[in-house]
C-alpha cells in the first residue's frame, strides 16, 4: 500500500515535471522565437531542390510572399523536361499518359490541391488557384482540367520524346510494380518560412512511374504529402506515396514536433512507423521537416536521399539520415 502510494506520488511528480518540461518546450517552441536566419529559410526535396530554391529566394527578393515563393520554386521544377517525375516530362501512368499531383498550404491553414492533371505544365499553379478562387481543397482529373482552362492555363503536351521512350520500354513487358525504391523517385516538395516566421509548403510531382491509371499518391493530399501548422511548423515527403498517406505522414510529423520532437527525430519517428508495419527493404520513403524556430531535418528509409536548404541566402545540399544503414 506504501509502495503504491509512495508509486503514484513519484508518478504523479514524473508526470508534472514532463507537463512543466513540455510546457517549457512549448515556450521554447512559442513560437515567438522566430528564426535566426538572415533572410527566408527554404528546405526542398532533391538536388534539383537547389534550384527551386534560388528561384524561391529571387521570389522573395523580388517583392513576393512566401506563398508565392513556394509557388515559384517548385515551377521551375515543373517546367524542367529533364525532370522525370515532375511536370513537363514526368513519368507517364500505365496508359502512357502524364497525370500530374500538386498542392500547397499556406501560413494561414489554406490549403488547394489537384490530382490526375493533364496536360498542364504548373499544376501546382493550378492548386494554388483551387486554395484562393473556390471553396474547395482538391479537383480531380477532368474537373480539375476544365478549372485550370477556365482560370487561363493552357493546354499542353507534356509527353518528351524521353517519357515517351520510357514508356515503350515499359510497355515491352508491361510489368507492373508499384514501388518505388532508391532510384526511381524524385517529387518536388518545398517548405518555406519568410521573415516574419511565417510557414509554406508546396508539393508536385507526376507519381509512381506507370502506375494505374486513377491511382492517386501522397502528393496532393494534405497531411500525407504536405502539411503545415503555422504555429508550429511543417513537413513534405517524396517516396512511396501509399506507405505515406498510411500513416498520415505529413501531419504525423508536424504533430510531434508541436509535441516537442525535433525536426529530424520527428521524421525519423514517422520513418520508423512505416517501417512497423511494412517490409521496407524495397520501398524508399523520406521526409523533410521545419519548425518555427527555422531548425530543420530529414530522415528517409534508406540512403541516398538528400534535399537542399537556403539559409543565410546560402543554398547547399544536405544528405538525410536514413534507417537502413
Ligand atoms: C507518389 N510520393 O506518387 C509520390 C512519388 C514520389 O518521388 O515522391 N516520387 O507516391
Redesign the pocket.
Known sequence: MKNQRRNFIFNAGIATASLFLSKKLNKKRGFQYFHKSKGPIFLS??DHGIEANKEALKTIDSGGSGLDAVEQGVRIIESDPENT??GLGGMPDSTGKIAL?ACIMSSDGSCGAVCMLENIEHPISVARKVMEDTPHVLLAAEGAYDFAISKGFKKKNLNTSNSKKSYREWKKESKYKPI?NVE??????MLGMDDNGNIFGS?T????AF?RRG?????PIIGA?LFIDNEVGGAV??????S??KIAGSAIIVELMRHGYSPIDACKEAVLRISKNEDIENI???FIALNKSGEYGAYSVHPGFNYALTENRKTSLIDSDHLRK
Open positions: 526535396t532533391w517525375s515532375v499531383d518505388i526511381n523517385h524524385d517529387t518536388i516538395g508539393c510531382t507526376s507519381g509512381l502506375k491511382r492517386i499518391g501522397d502528393s504529402g515527403a517524396t517516396g512511396l506515396g501509399e505515406i498517406i524508399q520513403v523520406a
